[in-house]
């Protein structure tokens, strides 16, 4: 908790040194658009906290969210009805954690291995499936749930803070989150304990896969069109959420709250670098740094917390 | 005797399918093509092989493989003399492989993660120093140094042929190759020993990105151009090659053969399906397919994870 609190103070910095050096930082409409910016990252990255949990990783959600996107655009066109497209989209990410879990369970591949060679097939197959296509113009209805507001705040904010209150209640309150901390602390601990390994590995990566389902029909109605490349940029900085969020690569340590805490760090960082107009291809390099600072913290405090021991 | 890698079955049957299916197919200058296609993968399987036999892993290798091509590119657009930019091209990779290196072994960072991160970075680097355009206009040295032939072998080939060959002969009759090999798995005993493992352990990944380096040479010279992105996901082939060539993320098990085979199988693949005229980003696709279909098959020829498999 003591960690949690000082990373919602390098929030804090960052927020202030941004509100000093532009003039723009500290408004209403940039707070709350930073907030829904976080909310998207967040809910990318909440199912793949879960797979790092578990000591595990998923690295295929942002090619996952950008298939499920595309798909979801398509179905939503050709029939008409929003409903199907978002339960295609729902459906095809949990169909993607579903392969992911069984490549991990049942072929034993390194998750690293088995999630890396599902982003280039989904990459493919998006490539293939869309061509050079762009869909777009979608009914202002469903375009609400991405860019609209309710009472003054963007609806993706009650969707994060719901599915942060969901999460919550999971990890802490119910035993299939509490197998998830001990799979990842000590696998084979849990395994001797009767936790339900292998089901309860698999039921993450699904999560995960819904997780990005979900986010890839929140971010279509925030983008109000879909792309082949769409769900590129989105891998690193959801990994970065879930590292800058204090969970652990080796598992067993983390919180869902961290990961949002996170995803607010990096999008202020990206958010400032925007306002203080520095050029979008320097993004993926910060990003990178950042990736590497963050786990290297992680792997001092793991080291301290051994030595201590 | 050694058992076939499952791999080699799925190769044979893939070049039947093919030879019977696409018309085309089974010609002596589509095999030449096939080569010449692979060569580029072939010079980042071979140190990739060695990384994975050490345990570890280098995601960052397209991305780097990208940048040295688009250093390449620009000095050759300068004017510098070849050898020169290719010695930078190198360098370039090297250093990225130097900084993974120390972030794996001497900060022990998880080798997914830190490559994960230098890959973001030399990406940054390439997109920041070109503004994503593609570097053109470099020259007629290396166009016409890649379409030159040795007995009547494109050069592309004899490169990556002559690099297996190095590389196999370093593994196997050196002391160095003894080291590398014992970093996975036997690290311990190679400490007692005497040996610095932490050097030998760094200078794997310092070969890796110097061969990504180095193979700009080969990119640069099929395409006449560098571009920021024109290797992004090459890493993911390299690794799904070593894999489907037999070698093991545990325990340093692991060949050079094998990723050969593995190497020519995808370029088959994607060659195949090219005569088939399949689109282009579906063989992507069909990589990943692939290393599942292999594994699975690998799973199958082994009696210990068959019984795995049943009780699961």
């Known amino acids: 908790m003591k960690t949690l609190a000082y990373r919602l103070?390098?929030?804090?910095?960052?927020?202030?040194?941004?509100?000093?050096?532009?003039?723009?930082?500290?408004?209403?409409?940039?707070?709350?658009?930073?907030?829904?910016?976080?909310?998207?990252?967040?809910?990318?990255?909440?199912?793949?906290?879960?797979?790092?949990?578990?000591?595990?990783?998923?690295?295929?959600?942002?090619?996952?969210?950008?298939?499920?996107?595309?798909?979801?655009?398509?179905?939503?066109?050709?029939?008409?009805?929003?409903?199907?497209?978002?339960?295609t989209g729902l459906v095809f990410g949990a169909g993607v954690g579903i392969?992911?879990?069984?490549?991990?369970?049942?072929?034993?591949?390194?998750?690293?291995?088995?999630?890396?060679?599902?982003?280039?097939?989904?990459?493919?197959?998006?490539?293939?499936?869309?061509?050079?296509?762009?869909?777009?113009?979608?009914?202002?209805?469903?375009?609400?749930?991405?860019?609209?507001?309710?009472?003054?705040?963007?609806?993706?904010?009650?969707?994060?803070?719901?599915?942060?209150?969901?999460?919550?209640?999971?990890?802490?309150?119910?035993?299939?989150?509490?197998?998830?901390?001990?799979?990842?602390?000590?696998?084979?601990?849990?395994?001797?304990?009767?936790?339900?390994?292998?089901?309860?590995?698999?039921?993450?990566?699904?999560l995960s896969g819904a997780m990005a389902g979900l986010a890839a029909v929140v971010y279509l109605a925030r983008l109000n069109s879909a792309e082949a490349d769409i769900g590129e940029p989105l891998t690193?900085?959801?990994?970065?959420?879930?590292?800058?969020?204090?969970?652990?690569l080796f598992g067993g340590v983390g919180s869902l709250l961290g990961t949002l805490v996170g995803a607010l760090t990096l999008t202020l960082v990206v958010n400032g670098m925007n306002l203080l107009a520095v050029d979008a291809s320097w993004q993926p390099l910060v990003t990178g740094v950042i990736v590497l600072l963050a786990v290297w913290i992680d792997v001092v405090t793991r080291q301290r917390a051994e030595a201590n021991a | 005797m050694r058992r076939v890698p499952g791999i080699g079955y799925l190769l044979v049957v893939l070049l039947i399918v093919f030879s019977v299916s696409g018309s085309g197919f089974a010609t002596a200058a589509n095999a030449l093509n096939i080569g010449v296609q692979s060569a580029v993968l072939l010079l980042l399987a071979l140190p990739m092989t060695l990384v994975i036999m050490s345990e570890g892993l280098d995601l960052s290798m397209g991305a780097v493989l990208s940048l040295a091509g688009v250093v390449l590119a620009t000095l050759l657009m300068n004017g510098r003399p070849l050898p020169v930019a290719l010695a930078a091209a190198i360098g370039v990779?090297?250093?990225?492989?130097?900084?993974?290196?120390?972030?794996?072994?001497?900060?022990?960072?998880?080798?997914?993660?830190?490559?994960?991160?230098?890959?973001?970075?030399?990406?940054?680097?390439?997109?920041?120093?070109?503004?994503?355009?593609?570097?053109?206009?470099?020259?007629?040295?290396l166009p016409a140094l890649y379409e030159s032939r040795l007995l009547g072998i494109p050069f592309s080939i004899v490169i990556a042929l002559a690099a297996f060959a190095v590389f196999r002969f370093a593994l196997r009759q050196t002391r160095w190759g003894a080291y590398v090999s014992a970093i996975g798995g036997n690290r311990e005993s190679l400490v007692l020993a005497g040996v610095r493992a932490n050097r030998y352990h760094v200078g794997l990944y310092v070969l890796a990105g110097a061969m990504a380096g180095f193979a700009a040479l080969l990119l640069t010279g099929r395409m006449s151009s560098g571009h920021p992105t024109a290797a992004i996901g090459m890493e993911f082939d390299a690794i799904a090659a070593v894999i489907v060539g037999g070698t093991s993320f545990e325990r340093g098990k692991g060949s050079l053969g094998g990723t050969l085979v593995g190497v020519v199988t995808i370029g088959v693949l994607k060659n195949g399906l090219n005569v088939l005229e399949v689109a282009s980003s579906l063989q992507v696709a069909s990589i990943g397919v692939l290393t599942i279909v292999a594994l699975v098959i690998e799973s199958f020829l082994q009696p210990a994870a068959r019984r795995a498999w049943r009780s699961a």
């Open chain 2, 93 to 141: 990779g090297a250093a990225f492989g130097l900084a993974n290196g120390l972030l794996v072994v001497s900060l022990d960072l998880p080798p997914f993660v830190a490559t994960l991160g230098t890959l973001g970075i030399a990406q940054g680097l390439a997109l920041v120093a070109t503004g994503g355009q593609s570097v053109v206009g470099i020259g007629d040295a």
């Open chain 1, 9 to 87: 103070i390098a929030v804090a910095l960052i927020g202030v040194a941004l509100s000093f050096t532009t003039e723009s930082f500290l408004t209403v409409a940039n707070v709350l658009n930073v907030f829904r910016q976080a909310s998207l990252t967040f809910l990318i990255a909440s199912g793949l906290t879960l797979t790092i949990l578990t000591a595990g990783l998923d690295l295929s959600v942002g090619a996952n969210v950008g298939l499920s996107a595309c798909l979801a655009a398509t179905v939503m066109q050709s029939s008409g009805s929003v409903a199907l497209g978002a339960a």
């Open chain 1, 236 to 248: 690193l900085p959801a990994i970065a959420a879930v590292l800058i969020g204090g969970t652990s």
């Open chain 1, 99 to 206: 392969v992911n879990g069984l490549m991990v369970t049942l072929l034993r591949l390194p998750p690293f291995i088995a999630t890396y060679g599902m982003l280039w097939t989904l990459n493919g197959f998006t490539y293939w499936f869309m061509g050079g296509d762009t869909i777009h113009g979608f009914s202002p209805g469903f375009r609400a749930l991405g860019s609209g507001y309710w009472l003054g705040v963007p609806i993706p904010i009650y969707l994060m803070l719901g599915f942060l209150l969901a999460g919550a209640v999971f990890t802490r309150y119910t035993t299939l989150g509490h197998d998830v901390y001990a799979i990842g602390a000590n696998r084979e601990a849990a395994r001797l304990s009767g936790v339900p390994v292998r089901s309860r590995i698999n039921l993450v990566y699904v």
